[in-house]
């Protein structure tokens, strides 16, 4: 039961009061049974089993327990003085002894009790003060290391492009430099009626059509409690500095209140290039919530309303996209993932025959998905699947590291599970969970072919996390792998959107001596620009290449130029998805260095890799 900041043993009021109630009773039947019977030997006895429930009653309630044991001794130790004066008995006076060294003994499990429990507080405000120190080193650490945090919007407004200037608005938000609220809803007012200003130079007039967007984290107030107030207005800064880079250059960021910001936006988005907006938006601002911890559990949720459909001046507009949020905050404790995963992205291997009857997170709160994960670690369901490479020649030069997810008879394709990871916030420990098991198998392989590498496959959310570099050093220290032996991919869709974010953390890997990958090249746009930008030295053409080869001449020829451009740059290229001879064949015709897929080898567990690598 919980008495303001203590508690005790037990729980249920219920159980406390009938437990204590019993105690009671039982210490006063045997003071009667020692008025009556009045026997030396049944006294001793009795001041031993009394002994025992005072003992008991102190240590089972906490300071309730140790006055109600006081005084039930109390008034035990008065019948023993009774018995001395009116009958003389001797007797009474060594249990009078005794009982007086019970009632020291539980004054002293008392204040050893106080005692504990001070130093147990000292020591957890000393942990949070240290977590929270970390913190704060770590955060500053970020945002003074980043010079691009704060965009300059004052080219963008020479070109006439920008949505306001910080100039011509006063009453920025002291802690963002953002404007505030009354700022936005005065700029949203002044479009709609096409006023104009000397340093004005918007286009937009009363047929002018534009959306508002209001972000919040919903869960900021527990957030500030895990961290402290003051961290906490640090990660507001960093997450509006990171907004801020997020944001289209025409659109106009604001800070509403706390963790809430809003979003006046020139365009009106069709709602796939607007979940794609707000999926980048979002992103942002958890990678603000990572510094110097694993991911913190926000809650996102986000409203729009658009001009003139939903309000016609700046008050309404902010309040209909507000209420818009708090609709969707009212849905965030469920949540909803793909049920069929992204074809790109999952072998054939991976998609159940009926893909309606694959598993799915759809409908799980995040304390459930993360016990999903949980348990598939702790009975081995989640493990990672090793894919053999080859050279030209058939020889054996490395494997792909991948991470799977079994349930009951079905793998759960990557999407769908990695996608409620990162949703949960759990993504940091399954990285850690991919580190660790992949550089314990390859440190294995590398004691009987020195010269394997391994390619292990790097999400963005990892390669922003504050301390991956540590993590990094460490798991490889204790794994005993060579550094020289890893090649980490990067997928092209993170190459593309992630590029100012990762960029420092791959030079410095890429300066230790670890080799770069970039994974599913030509699943999207051409990232050819970006590729001198980094030291990669391997491309992975996708399996969209591989799988048209025998059916489209355009692939053929695309195929080969891009092997072509890329040896002329010094960079070797990975076929994956080979399924069979036909594609082999004409990859090593067009020139390709390494040769990955079904055709060369099956994705095999780490034991059974070693295995085959021993016989």
Avoid: W
Avoid at 143 to 158: C, G
Avoid at 293 to 318: E, F, K
Avoid at 448 to 462: F, G, R, Y
């Amino acid at each position: 039961m919980a008495r303001g900041n203590e508690r005790s043993f037990l729980s249920g009021k219920a159980i406390y009061f009938i437990t204590l109630i019993i105690l009671t009773l039982g210490f006063v039947a045997l003071l009667a049974l020692h008025c009556v019977l009045r026997s030396d030997f049944y006294s001793i006895i009795f001041l031993f089993s009394t002994m025992l429930i005072s003992f008991a009653i102190n240590l089972l309630y906490d300071k309730f327990g140790f006055y109600a044991s006081f005084a039930l001794n109390f008034i035990q130790s008065m019948i023993y003085i009774y018995e001395i004066a009116t009958l003389g008995r001797d007797s009474s006076r060594l249990l009078l002894v005794g009982t007086f060294l019970i009632m020291v003994i539980n004054l002293a499990l008392q204040f050893y009790r106080i005692r504990i429990l001070s130093q147990a507080t000292d020591e957890r405000e000393k942990k949070k003060k240290e977590r929270s120190d970390e913190i704060s080193r770590s955060l500053e650490k970020d945002m003074n290391e980043r010079p691009s945090l704060i965009q300059n919007y004052n080219n963008a407004n020479s070109n006439g492009t920008s949505v306001y200037e910080y100039s011509v608005m006063p009453h920025l938000d002291p802690l963002t430099t953002l404007p505030g609220r009354d700022m936005i809803r005065d700029k949203i007012d002044r479009l709609i009626m096409g006023a104009s200003s000397r340093n004005d130079n918007s286009s937009y007039t009363t047929d002018s059509k534009f959306m508002v967007i209001y972000l919040s984290i919903d869960n900021a107030s527990k957030l500030a409690d895990i961290t402290g107030n003051c961290n906490m207005d640090l990660f507001i800064q960093n997450i509006s500095h990171r907004l801020r880079e997020a944001c289209d250059p025409s659109d106009m960021l604001a800070r509403a209140t706390d963790a809430q910001f809003i979003i006046l936006s020139k365009r009106i988005l069709p709602e796939d290039k607007l979940e794609a907006y707000i999926d980048k938006l979002t992103r942002r601002m958890l990678r603000a919530l990572c510094a110097g911890l694993d991911s913190l559990p926000a809650v996102i949720s986000y409203g729009t309303a658009s001009y003139p459909a939903q309000g016609r001046d700046g008050g309404s507009l902010i309040n209909h996209a507000e209420l818009n949020r708090k609709i969707c905050y009212d849905n965030t404790d469920k949540v909803s993932y793909p049920s069929i995963p992204d074809n790109r992205q999952a072998s054939s291997a991976l998609v159940p025959a009926n893909p309606s009857e694959a598993f799915s997170f759809e409908g799980m709160s995040r304390d459930e998905i993360i016990s999903v994960f949980e348990e598939a670690i702790s009975s081995g369901n989640l493990y990672m699947s090793y894919q053999p490479y080859y050279t030209s020649e058939r020889k054996l030069l490395g494997i792909e590291a991948f991470l799977r997810l079994r349930k009951g008879d079905d793998l759960v394709p990557p999407s769908i599970f990695l996608a409620a990871a990162e949703h949960a916030g759990y993504m940091n420990r399954i990285g850690s969970f991919s580190l660790e098991e992949a550089l314990g198998v390859i440190a294995r392989a590398n004691e009987i072919i020195p010269e394997l590498s391994l390619n292990l496959n790097i999400s963005a959310s990892q390669f922003c996390l504050p301390d991956f570099i540590a993590q990094f050093n460490n798991a490889i220290s204790n794994s005993g792998a060579s550094i020289a032996n890893l090649i980490l991919d990067v997928p092209e869709s993170t190459l593309l959107s992630e590029l100012d974010d990762i960029r420092n953390t791959i030079e410095k890997l890429s300066g230790m001596g670890v080799r770069m990958a970039l994974n599913n090249f030509g699943s999207g746009y051409s990232s050819f620009n970006t590729i001198p930008l980094l030291p990669i030295s391997v491309v992975k053409l996708d399996a969209s290449f591989t799988s048209n080869l025998p059916t489209r001449s355009d692939v053929r020829i695309l195929t080969s130029s891009v092997i072509s451009v890329l040896h002329d740059i010094d960079i070797n290229v990975c076929a994956t998805g080979i399924e069979n001879a036909e594609q082999y064949n004409y990859l090593a015709g067009a020139g390709c260095d390494y040769f990955q897929g079904t055709y060369m080898s099956e994705e095999v567990r780490g034991d059974r890799f070693i295995q085959s690598l021993m016989n």
